[in-house]
């Protein structure tokens, strides 16, 4: 019991001093690196660069400015998320579940969406450099709205 609340602890300060961006609610934080479920948390500004959140419910989580570069959110549940502002270039969101999630000015640079599922996804102000856009039949990508950066794959 006490190398749970030993670890828990060093796990919260290691948060505390290791970004300054952090989660407006490190409990949240915690419970997601825990359980791998967070679903409305807000995580808000957090640094989950590399994080491996593999199959994680974050449904209808608040990730506003959250930095997920290079994370590991393939089959993730996203649905109803709020990612505007986000960092996630080289996060692998393959099966992805990003339905109705809000991209707006997200960074996606070289992320891989290959078969995620973004039907009523927001998605605007986007960097996209890069981004593989791989079998989305669901995708709102039309090309009167987005065209191919160098580098960048819309293959339905």
Do not use: W
């Not at 209808?60 to 998320?81: D, M, Q």
């Amino acid at each position: 019991m006490n190398k749970q609340i030993f670890g828990a602890a060093a796990f919260l300060i290691l948060c505390a001093t290791a970004a300054p961006a952090q989660a407006e609610n490190p409990a949240h934080l915690l419970q997601l690196m825990e359980t791998g479920s967070c679903p409305g948390c807000d995580l808000s500004g957090s640094n989950l660069s590399q994080a491996q959140l593999i199959g994680a419910n974050l449904k209808n989580a608040n990730l506003e400015g959250a930095n997920l570069e290079g994370a590991n959110l393939s089959k993730a549940n996203l649905e109803g998320a709020l990612l505007n502002d986000a960092i996630l270039d080289n996060a692998d969101l393959v099966q992805a579940n990003l339905t109705a999630a809000n991209l707006t000015n997200a960074s996606l640079n070289l992320a891989y969406l290959d078969g995620a599922e973004l039907s009523n996804v927001v998605l605007s102000d986007q960097n996209l450099l890069g981004t593989d856009f791989i079998n989305l039949p669901e995708a709102p990508l039309y090309s009167d709205t987005l065209s191919s950066e160098e580098g960048t794959s819309l293959t339905r």
